[in-house]
């Protein structure tokens, strides 16, 4: 799995250190000497899916770039309730100032990772495979989408610049699907095309205009099925709209190539992590 672009990640970074330290964190500061050693571990305090312990280093380096990180388990690796993630040794004030900005970022990763293998899970033994959305925290979508891997999902577009995406407002704007998709062609021959679509008249309409995606928008279990069976391989096809773990191996049954949860990323649990620390004497 590819890892954040480190100039994106360094950013990122940058601003959680000014977010949340500023100029200095006058508790541990003020307690804790500066020559102070400590050892901490992480613990997973329920069962999933790993992910953003690589970025959790970083972390700690940008305060102790000498810190001693012993990972435990790998990013996307299942663990179970009370699993030791990893183990580091460094300055006690790197170790207490950097805990909240990183357990952060890899909580946040990892119930993504983990909601994004329940999702795997549940659609196995179909030829269907989970993608994730743009409905990211915005400066998070490469960490976002990288723990989406990590769960076994696969990424869709980056962004808008990767990927034609043509909706209904597109649509409204071009006067029809065929225009939309000619616009699109004209501009950016070798670009993938998708297109959304919410009936059969305009899956049709989006097969006469070529596309490579048809998106199934909202649509029942037993539309979906009939648009599958329309579209055959004449395109590859993705369901979308209010999916849940209830609801996705149903859809998974109809044949469609791709299911698209925005859930995986806009309604993160967070995963419960704690970092135990002892002093070194």
Do not use: C
């Not at 069976?229 to 190539?257: C, H, P, R, Y």
């Amino acid at each position: 799995m590819n890892q954040a672009n480190p100039s994106i990640l360094q950013d990122l970074i940058d601003r959680a250190f000014e977010e949340d330290v500023s100029d200095g964190d006058v508790t541990t500061n003020a307690i804790v000497d500066e020559s102070q050693q400590a050892q901490a571990i992480w613990v997973a305090k329920q069962q999933g899916v790993v992910a953003g312990l690589d970025v959790a280093q970083r972390i700690f380096e940008y305060l102790d770039p000498d810190v001693i990180w012993e990972p435990k388990i790998k990013d996307g690796t299942w663990m179970g309730q009370g699993s030791e993630m990893v183990i580091l040794k460094g300055q006690a004030r790197a170790l207490l100032t950097a805990e909240r900005i990183a357990l952060n970022v890899a909580q946040r990763m990892s119930g993504i990772a983990t909601i994004t293998r329940k999702f795997v899970e549940a659609v196995s033994g179909y030829p269907t495979e989970i993608l994730d959305t743009r409905k990211t925290v915005p400066g998070f979508r490469q960490l976002d989408k990288y723990a989406v891997k990590a769960g076994g999902g696969r990424n869709h577009r980056m962004g808008l610049y990767d990927m034609a995406m043509i909706k209904d407002n597109h649509i409204a704007a071009a006067g029809s699907i065929t225009s939309a998709v000619q616009s699109i062609r004209e501009s950016h021959s070798q670009i993938t095309v998708e297109v959304e679509t919410t009936t059969l008249d305009q899956v049709n309409e989006a097969l006469a205009a070529g596309v490579d995606i048809i998106m199934l928008d909202n649509m029942s279990t037993e539309k979906i099925k009939e648009a599958v069976q329309l579209i055959g391989s004449a395109a590859k096809t993705e369901a979308s709209g209010n999916v849940s773990l209830d609801s996705v191996k149903e859809i998974a049954a109809t044949g469609v190539n791709y299911i698209s949860v925005g859930a995986l990323t806009h309604s993160v649990e967070a995963f419960d992590i704690s970092q135990r620390l002892t002093y070194i004497k």
